[in-house]
Nanobody
């Protein structure tokens, strides 16, 4: 079992920044992939960004150049730095941990971009 605890969401004005954190605990194995997904009301869940344990990253086209995903393997923590935020970034953001056939999810954190 893996537990994921997210933090860092909130309300921010357009053009602002937020940093999300996700701390994993439990049965953590090397070779995992951690990432951030989001889901806005009435929309499907989408991958925002993902990072492997060796640092390879993948981003949704809509966030490239604005968001940066990073991780601290020693602390089993992944971060999502979000800059130049837009109203369309408003969503519940959830962290996930994937290893082999297993995927675990955090509880989600709300990000609202509004003036």
């Amino acid at each position: 079992q893996v537990q994921l605890v997210e933090s860092g969401g909130g309300l921010v004005q357009p053009g602002g920044s937020l940093r999300l954190s996700c701390a994993a605990s439990g049965s953590i194995f090397s070779g995992n992939v951690m990432g951030w997904y989001r889901q806005a009301p009435g929309k499907q869940r989408e991958l925002v960004a993902a990072i492997t344990s060796t640092g390879s990253t993948n981003y949704a086209d809509s966030v490239k150049g604005r968001f940066n995903i990073s991780r601290e393997n020693a602390e089993n923590t992944v971060y999502l730095q979000m800059n130049s935020l837009k109203p369309e970034d408003t969503a519940v953001y959830r962290c996930d941990y994937h290893w082999g056939p297993y995927t675990y999810w955090g509880q989600g954190t709300q990000v609202t971009v509004s003036s």
